[in-house]
């Protein structure tokens, strides 16, 4: 019986579909249970993640912009996608689907725009030789444990900034920790704090369970003002409340980024 090749020795095209087509495999393991809130579930997300070494992170860059110009000339019309970096996230690439049907259109679109443009200029454009490792995977909007205040708008351009607190509930304790995110929006409406999140739900990775609060703001020292505000009320009238969150967490984990809308396909950039 002949072996199969080693990775390094297929086609490049089969190399890059390989890569491309991945996420159909993760999506098949994926708990029919969850794939069946697809109706219930406002918005799901698609995100592509890239580690790139701060030494290659310049090139990385610039292989960046000439790449965006690239697909932005090739992309059909109705693709969109939105950027955020940061030091820790690396680079971050989320598409909105509307359900986890979308998910096999968004794969045809792409697969096509790559066809078009030519699957070895492709490759010679990804810069894989600049990542140090990729990752895929959904996640899900938690609209009860998303708090949004008055006048909450999540508006890109006027917020780019971007807090992800990475928040891992104890095995088992996924409902418990889904109710107490509802008490913290209770809480933060109940003393009119002025910071909103989204909460988001992780469905794939090597880390379950996992749900991720995405607060916006204007700028780092806008959020770390509110913050500071925040944390004062917090400790003085939410301490329980912050214990009780606590015992539930195996880990938990905060980084920032900024939204890229010079790397981003959304209808301003079309």
């Avoid at 030494?55 to 697909?71: V, Y």
């Avoid at 939105?82 to 690396?90: N, V």
């Avoid at 996992?210 to 301490?239: M, Q, R, Y």
């Amino acid at each position: 019986m002949a072996q199969p090749s080693p990775p390094s020795e297929l086609p490049k095209e089969v190399r890059m579909k390989r890569w491309m087509l991945l996420p159909l495999a993760v999506l098949m393991l994926m708990p029919a249970s969850l794939a069946a809130q697809e109706e219930a579930a406002p918005t799901w997300w698609a995100v592509f993640t890239e580690q790139v070494a701060p030494a290659n992170m310049m090139a990385f860059e610039e292989n960046s912009a000439a790449m965006f110009e690239l697909i932005k000339a090739n992309a059909p019309e109705e693709m969109v996608y939105y950027t955020h970096s940061g030091p820790e996230i690396g680079y971050m690439y989320a598409i909105p689907m509307a359900g986890m049907s979308d998910f096999m259109t968004m794969n045809e679109q792409w697969m096509g725009m790559v066809n078009q443009i030519g699957w070895e200029t492709w490759e010679e454009m990804s810069a894989d030789h600049l990542v140090d490792h990729r990752s895929m995977n959904f996640y899900v909007e938690m609209p009860d444990q998303s708090y949004h205040p008055e006048g909450f708008v999540e508006s890109l351009p006027d917020k780019p900034f971007r807090r992800f607190d990475w928040m891992f509930p104890k095995a088992g304790m996924e409902d418990e920790f889904n109710e107490v995110l509802k008490e913290w929006v209770a809480f933060y409406a109940e003393h009119g704090l002025e910071a909103g999140w989204t909460a988001y739900q992780a469905v794939t990775g090597e880390d379950l369970p996992l749900v991720v609060l995405i607060t916006p703001a204007a700028s780092a020292s806008v959020f770390h003002a509110l913050a500071e505000e925040e944390e004062a009320v917090v400790w003085e009238a939410g301490s329980e409340l912050w214990t009780k969150t606590m015992e539930m967490l195996r880990g938990y984990e905060s980084d920032d980024a900024s939204f890229r809308p010079e790397l981003s396909l959304v209808p301003d950039t079309m």
